[in-house]
């Protein structure tokens, strides 16, 4: 089985590892959201690529879900007695590693998907994962406060402001001119199913989705999600705020809309929103919350035997794959669909 996952940071990383733990036999590429990334201290950050590598790889603080495991802070504080802003992004001693590695290889003319293969040979994730872009891009937030009417960095707003101030407009700054990173279009038109896990659905799937020429490629494929919201409030963050931002509701039926049709032709929803429903798109209602890997393995569990249902594909979740994409779906897998 070939597998597409698109996916953010502390949700998408843990629906990973369950999915993982679902399909241990199948081939699964990882696309990830750059859209968060950012320069600190002349070094780059990407904090939604390093949270799937660290997690999947072992090494993840899983009390907070980012950072790695038994940090220390002696740089921060160094930086922080010497008036170095910011202050309020916390980057651990282990943690710089990464970053310094990362920007070194930047520097000396590597792309940001060699880098990131470079640095999962040592994590070892047991997915491939990709940046959605090597092309540099930013996500901004406009908002509106004692200093005016302004544009921060979404992680400003998101780490700093805890998403108080609320969001004007929500932008990815140079997504008119990124292109795909090698190999993700490739990895979408080989793959037989593709699930997109709860992440934020404006800041990490909607951001990969703005990508020119990826959601026209998913839109050939059967496509799976998982709703990010249950019983009408987020799973975990403040996705809400996002969503307030664009004018959509906080519900698991505002976000399918969101997404669309023909884009999405399954979708998971927990049981407490049981009534969702969308023309040529099958919901199901399971239990949503990832209390632990094995609930996020029967979570994945569920969004694969799905798409491998409306794909027409025989066998379970951890069966072979075809190969077809929606062009291939029978008759009855189409027909499911519709209903």
Known sequence: MRIVSLAGGIGGARFLRGLLTAAPDSEIT????????????GLQVCPDLDTVMYTL???????????????????????????????????GD????????????????????AVTEALCARWQPGVRLIPMTD????????????RGRRAVHFQEWWVRLRASVPAEQIILVGADEARPAPGVLQAVADADVVILPPSNPVVSIGTILQ???????????????????????????MADACLTAIGVETTA?????????????GWLVAEEDAGV?????????????MHDVESAAAIAGAALDLATALAGITGTGTGTGT?????????????????
């Open 253 to 265: 039926q505002a976000v399918l809309e969101l997404y669309g049709s023909p884009l999405v032709n």
């Open 211 to 237: 990508i020119r020429g990826i959601r026209e490629a998913l839109e050939a494929k059967t496509v799976v999600g998982v709703s990010p919201i249950v019983g009408g409030a987020p799973v975990r963050g």
């Open 323 to 339: 190969g077809s994409g929606r062009a291939g779906q029978s008759d009855a897998g189409r027909d499911e669909a519709a209903r």
């Open 277 to 289: 429903a969308l023309d040529g798109v099958r919901v199901e209602a399971r239990p949503l919350i």
């Open 94 to 113: 282990r943690d710089f590693a990464t970053h310094i590695v990362r920007t070194q290889m930047l520097s000396a003319g590597y792309p940001l998907s």
């Open 30 to 41: 990882v696309i990830g959201n750059t859209g968060d990334d950012i320069t600190l201290y």
């Open 57 to 91: 790889g072992g090494g993840i603080d899983e009390e907070q879900g980012w950072g790695r495991q038994k940090e220390t802070h002696v740089v921060k504080e160094e930086l922080a007695a010497y008036g170095v802003e910011p202050q309020w992004f916390g980057l």
């Open 135 to 146: 092309d540099r891009t930013e996500t901004h937030v406009v908002i509106s406060d004692e």
